[in-house]
């Protein structure tokens, strides 16, 4: 009898929780999902961008963007809600979301200085891949005016338009490109129509134990604007960690960038910081 009974205990000890070890990201996987923002995992990213230099004063924006993945086959929709908390004086452009320098109807303090809501971004990307290395999305982008259009906190104005990203991962880089344009659709009266471009290239190189160095530049071109005051471009860099936290991670950034060009109106210079918790998928 007992030797009919081996085929079962064999069978009971394969799948027994034992032998069945969990499938843990090492920090190489881990370093290319957090670096690849078309990755199908839920993520709670929080941002801070500073924006000094500019003549009206200084910038604050802080921001929480939810990545939000919906999974297929093959292809993958990359859906991200961007709500910004934006501190300005107004009179300021040169960054996304601010393309014409504005100053608002006394709705700030004294100085004309306003803070609260910004405007909210929508983005959501079709997404798959080339290979193993090369990540493309494409889809369209909104930008709602959930400021109060007589402030100086958004551009008053619902926009919309494409968005464009490729991602490529050889061995320790990722090298991201992302393109969006916006057009206004309708909005307030009073404020200036919008055409803004933002490019973002983005160079990352990954060192042991989590840690990695970054470029992320965010270029702006405001096309209404004329050509001598049309472009933000910075330089710059960075350098990030990843945290391991079971089954998930936490990605943690920090960059300083100089805006060689940049409007009369614009900042000279930037800094950034910004804490993303990961998801495994």
Do not use: C
Not at 22 to 41: C, G, I, V
Not at 143 to 172: K, N
Not at 173 to 196: A, P, Y
């Amino acid at each position: 009898m007992k030797r009919y009974l081996l085929p079962l205990y064999a069978a009971t000890f394969l799948s027994s929780p034992i032998q069945a070890k969990e499938f843990t990201p090492s920090y190489t996987e881990w370093q290319r999902t957090a670096q690849n923002p078309l990755s199908p995992n839920f993520r709670l990213p929080f941002k801070y961008n500073f924006h000094g230099g500019a003549p009206a004063g200084e910038v604050h924006i802080g921001s929480f963007s939810p990545i939000m993945p919906i999974k297929f086959d093959s292809w993958n929709i990359i859906n991200q809600l961007t709500l910004n908390i934006m501190g300005t004086p107004g009179d300021i452009t040169g960054i996304k979301g601010l393309p014409e320098p504005y100053t608002g109807n006394g709705h700030g303090g004294s100085d004309g200085y306003a803070a609260g809501l910004a405007d909210t971004d929508f983005t959501s990307y079709f997404s798959s891949m080339i290979g193993e290395n090369l990540t493309y999305g494409f889809g369209p982008t909104f930008t709602f005016p959930t400021d109060q259009p007589t402030r100086e906190l958004g551009s008053g104005m619902f926009s919309m338009g494409p968005a464009l990203m490729l991602v490529y991962q050889p061995e320790h880089w990722t090298i991201n490109l992302e393109v969006q344009q916006i057009w206004s659709v309708f909005g307030n009266h009073g404020r200036e129509s919008v055409s803004q471009m933002i490019v973002q290239p983005s160079v990352y190189y990954n060192l042991p134990d989590g840690w990695y160095l970054l470029s992320d530049m965010q270029m702006v071109a405001n096309w209404l604007s004329n050509s001598e005051q049309r472009w933000t471009v910075p330089i710059g860099a960075g350098v990030g960690k990843l945290f391991k936290i079971g089954k998930n991670a936490i990605n943690s950034r920090l960059g300083g960038y100089y805006n060689p060009v940049t409007p009369d109106a614009g900042p000279t210079w930037s800094m950034n910081f910004s804490v993303e918790f990961i998801f495994g998928s």
